[in-house]
């Protein structure tokens, strides 16, 4: 079975790379409509059913996981369309990629549109340096959010875990999208993303030298610059990043509900759009890390619960 999952993870990851998703409506579309639609009215009420609707997916995937016990081949085919489905490596390089020649021909309108499909924050108003900086912060979060963490959480649990991760994140997106910050689903999301956003800031440090940055730059930051930060793990891949490219993002940041200001992560010069390029690339080898690790890590689970 662990190794019908690490095949079925390395299919979904490769049909990802190949196909990508559908730009207009891609399957995590289905995921936004599912948990927007309870948070309609800022109630308690409207937290218990958005939850309801990630346990109600998580639910399903349990069934499927279940269904495809004693049969390596029906669960290895779940997990590569699960896998394919939440994951979102090819989609978020082929935006930073938009994002990147925008920037470098000084069409900032069009980059602003983009922007705003990645992350929730304010885009108008935003100049080269501010757009730039935005997008590594959202480059190196939705790398954790998009690719690390479903992945690992799809090794320890199959298509259930790879359908939490990405349910929850999306639910408290979508909260913080109208400005309601609900604590349960951001108690919730820093559970389930304690360790993938640490994995994703160590691969971070291992890939920087691949796109010509600085892996002790990447140290230093990640182990200095986050503890500032009030998130437990807020932060930590966008300081990576910012310490491999040797730039500083974070600082002021607006959002729909308010301005927040944020600690600044890295040091050196304000980011440009050539560092946008390399965030890209840096999230392209981050991923295929990533990859690897759910392999190793989906074999190593399948051999503990063997002996045990």
């Given at each position: ?65 279940r269904a495809g016990r004693g049969r390596p081949v029906v669960q290895a ?29 000084g069409r900032l309108e069009p980059a602003r549109g983009t922007l705003s ?184 689970v399948g051999l503990r619960h063997r002996k045990g």
């Amino acid at each position: 079975m662990s190794a019908a999952r690490a095949i079925g993870l390395m299919l979904g990851l490769a049909a990802d790379g190949a196909l990508g998703n559908p730009r207009r409506r891609p399957p995590v579309t289905a995921f936004r409509r599912l948990a927007s639609a309870p948070l309609g009215p800022a109630s308690v009420r409207s937290v218990v059913a958005g939850l309801g609707v990630a346990a109600a997916a998580v639910g399903a995937g349990v069934a499927v996981e279940r269904a495809g016990r004693g049969r390596p081949v029906v669960q290895a085919a779940t997990t590569a369309v699960t896998t394919w489905a939440v994951v979102g490596a090819a989609g978020l390089v082929t935006q930073g990629t938009e994002l990147a020649r925008d920037l470098e021909e000084g069409r900032l309108e069009p980059a602003r549109g983009t922007l705003s499909e990645l992350d929730t924050r304010v885009a108008d108003g935003l100049g080269l340096i501010g757009l730039s900086r935005a997008a590594v912060e959202t480059l190196a979060e939705n790398t954790s959010e998009v690719v690390v963490a479903p992945l690992l959480w799809g090794a320890l649990a199959g298509v259930p875990g790879l359908l939490a991760s990405r349910m929850i994140s999306v639910l408290r997106q979508t909260a913080r999208g109208t400005g309601r910050h609900h604590w349960a689903v951001e108690r919730i999301d820093e559970l389930i993303h304690l360790i993938p956003t640490r994995a994703a800031a160590s691969l971070t440090v291992l890939a920087a030298p691949v796109v010509g940055g600085s892996a002790g730059g990447a140290w230093r930051a990640w182990r200095r610059d986050t503890i500032a930060h009030p998130s437990p793990n807020a932060g930590r891949v966008e300081a990576a990043f910012a310490g491999a490219l040797e730039i500083r993002v974070g600082g002021r940041t607006v959002y729909p509900h308010g301005v927040v200001e944020l600690p600044v992560l890295g040091v050196g010069r304000n980011p440009d759009a050539g560092h946008v390029t390399r965030a890209v690339e840096l999230s392209r080898v981050v991923g295929w890390l990533a990859g690897a690790t759910s392999v190793v890590v989906a074999l190593t689970v399948g051999l503990r619960h063997r002996k045990g």
